[in-house]
């Protein structure tokens, strides 16, 4: 399975997304719009006929965005910035922002400002999820950014375009489930490395090109030797990890990653859409449905229970919480979650990471030592 032709695919798209980009655009001659935060509804951008690419960006020199940001602000969001102005986002034809942290709402007004692409959106989300009127606000959102898109488009939407688009992600969210419950099973079997390069390509392939390739990795499960027998089982935890390094840094430390709670992981195809009804509605209810992200609020869904569930459920016996540097919707989170972990006696260990450069000497020590409690 290590040796999959499938796996070998992704691996080599994984490195540099830009170079997969610019040939589907070549070759479909078809837009790309790209997005910040997995609350985007991808469904609706794929149903107008572009492809929905998440902006990922992570860069070791941050020199031109430094001028429109402060300094504090989170890494994501200077290294996004940064490569906008250099050009290296020169295949887009837009771009969407959800309405999230106080970070990426600011970062729209800059962008439009500077990048000046053909398709600039804000997607106002509500931020309280639980009540009645926030789900018929967000149906209403959701009509007007389909208004949008069709204008951009020039052509309708159907709800029929819709349903496809709903049906093509979640066969990649089922697909990414399948191969996420065997890595939590058989963890010696996808090294950590591999499965990042699986997910992280599911942000920015077209779905039709990557479900083929799931699906023949998915096919081949169980085939071959572990590549380690076992290892203490580690879950990640925390908003945006786009480092393979970090993936790399849990194998070197002998570990073995069962599982994870991170937006660029299990977040983003852990809920699927409702194919029945109307499909906007189905939309607006998965987004409500979502276990919320800091940046949301929903008295009715408990972040810290899902959390213990799934990190039980993976006989996980560390968590390694990941926040980005100066994320403050996560590191206020952060303490609360840890404290029920304390409470099932689950060791965690906190790691600040940056989109660019990472003090990996330092990590691994950490890690190291972490692992390295617990396997004794
Ligand atoms: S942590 Fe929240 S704001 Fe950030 S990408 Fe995830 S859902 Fe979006
Ligand atoms: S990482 Fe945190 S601060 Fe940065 S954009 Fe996401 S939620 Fe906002």
Not at 118 to 127: A, E, I, Q, T, Y
Not at 229 to 239: E, Q, Y
Not at 261 to 282: H, K, M, N, Q
């Amino acid at each position: 399975m290590e040796k999959s032709k499938a796996l070998e695919a992704l691996k080599e798209y994984a490195i540099d997304p830009s170079v997969y980009l610019k040939k589907w655009k070549a070759k479909t001659g078809k837009k790309i719009l790209g997005y910040f935060c997995t609350n985007t509804p991808e469904e609706m951008i794929q149903a107008a006929g572009f492809l929905p690419v998440r902006i990922l960006s992570s860069r070791d020199t941050i020199s031109l965005a430094s001028r429109h940001l402060q300094s504090y602000s989170c890494s994501l969001v200077q290294s996004s910035l940064e490569a906008g102005l250099r050009g290296e986002l020169s295949y887009l034809d837009g771009t969407v922002f959800p309405h999230t942290c106080d970070s990426i709402q600011r970062l729209s007004d800059i962008w439009a400002e500077n990048l000046r692409f053909p398709f600039h959106w804000d997607l106002v989300l509500p931020v309280k999820l639980h009540t009645e009127s926030a789900r018929t606000y967000l149906i209403h959102e959701l009509r007007r950014f389909r208004k949008g898109l069709e204008d951009f488009a020039g052509r309708p939407v159907s709800d029929e375009d819709l349903r496809k688009a709903i049906a093509l992600f979640n066969e990649n969210r089922s697909l990414l489930k399948e191969i996420s419950r065997y890595q939590a099973q058989y963890p010696g079997r996808i090294r950590p490395s591999n499965l990042y390069a699986l997910i992280k390509t599911a942000n920015f392939m077209a779905k039709e090109e990557h479900n083929p390739l799931l699906k023949e990795f998915a096919s081949q499960l169980g085939d071959g030797q572990p590549f380690r027998p076992g290892g203490v089982r580690l879950f990640l935890a925390g908003s945006v990890c786009d480092q393979p390094k970090i993936y790399d840094l849990v194998e070197s430390c002998g570990a073995s990653l069962v599982g994870d709670d991170l937006c660029t992981g299990w977040r983003y195809f852990a809920e699927d859409v409702s194919s029945a009804g109307d499909p906007i509605v189905s939309l607006a209810d998965r987004f409500v449905r979502k276990v919320p992200c800091p940046c949301k609020f929903n008295p009715e869904i408990d972040r810290a229970d899902r959390l213990l569930q799934r990190v039980k459920a993976a006989g996980t016996q560390g968590v390694v919480f990941l926040l980005l540097k100066f994320c403050d919707p996560h590191a206020f989170d952060y303490p609360y979650l840890k404290e029920r972990l304390d409470k099932e006696k689950i060791p965690s260990l906190l790691l600040e990471i940056e989109s660019g450069g990472l003090p990996l000497g330092a990590m691994e020590t950490r890690l190291r030592a972490f692992v390295e409690t617990m396997e004794s």
